[in-house]
């Protein structure tokens, strides 16, 4: 167990139940600031790449791990009978719990999304057609099917596209593009405008009357 193997702060002298209140307390921390960090980026508007957006969560990760661990430690080792750590401790501590966070996010292994029933609107692609539709946009009188297996063009209007689209679920990011949600890999910001960046590396300008439900949805 945790409170067994690893005394806080080195001290082995610790009663079994101050080194597991302690590390439950870190836990609780760890979750607790690693949202609250992210809810805090996401809620700023403020577009970000991932290497950037990794060290903006770590920082706010480490503002408000240093004073929460800080008094846990002073509460629960007085309580204990011992003097709290120092400051450069905890934030020592605290910088090594944001590195293992951070680490351990990224680390996770991304699950490839679900194969899905294909849409109604494959049926009008080549009968070869095996591939992933990533999205549609209005070209005069057609309509491009941009494909992992190439661009397609098909004489029908956008709305009628995006209706034959069930059951993939999708936006509009402008009033001439439909993306399929599960071809978006993030966005990207250019000459103050936003795009979301796809699986096959096209970038897609946002529409500033489509912006909001994007952002609402989680896509920006």
């Known amino acids: 167990m945790l409170a067994y193997a690893f005394p806080p702060f080195q001290m082995s002298d610790l009663p079994f139940v101050i080194s597991f209140l302690f590390w439950f307390g870190v836990m609780g921390i760890a979750v607790t600031s690693t949202w609250m960090a992210r809810k805090l980026i996401r809620e700023s508007g403020t577009v970000l790449n991932l290497p950037v957006r990794d060290l903006a969560i770590a920082l706010f990760v480490l503002l408000l791990f240093i004073p929460s661990l800080w008094v846990l430690a002073v509460v629960l080792f007085s309580v204990g009978g011992h003097s709290a750590p120092g400051i450069p401790r905890v934030i020592g501590y605290s910088a090594l719990f944001t590195a293992g966070l951070i680490l351990n996010s990224r680390a996770e292994p991304k699950s490839a999304p679900p194969s899905s029933p294909a849409p109604r609107l494959a049926r009008r692609l080549p009968a070869s057609f095996q591939g992933q539709i990533y999205r549609l946009s209005s070209r005069n009188h057609y309509v491009d ?52 960046k796809l699986v096959n590396g096209d970038l897609m300008p946002v529409s500033r009357k489509y912006k909001p439900l994007l952002e609402d949805d989680g896509l920006i």
């Not at 593009?177 to 103050?192: R, S």
């Open 145 to 196: 099917v941009v494909t992992s297996e190439g661009t397609f063009a098909i004489r029908l209007r956008l709305s009628d596209a995006v209706g034959e689209m069930e059951p993939l679920r999708g936006h509009c990011a402008h009033r001439s593009h439909w993306i399929v949600d599960n071809a978006v890999t993030g966005t990207e910001k250019l000459v103050d405008r936003i795009y979301l």
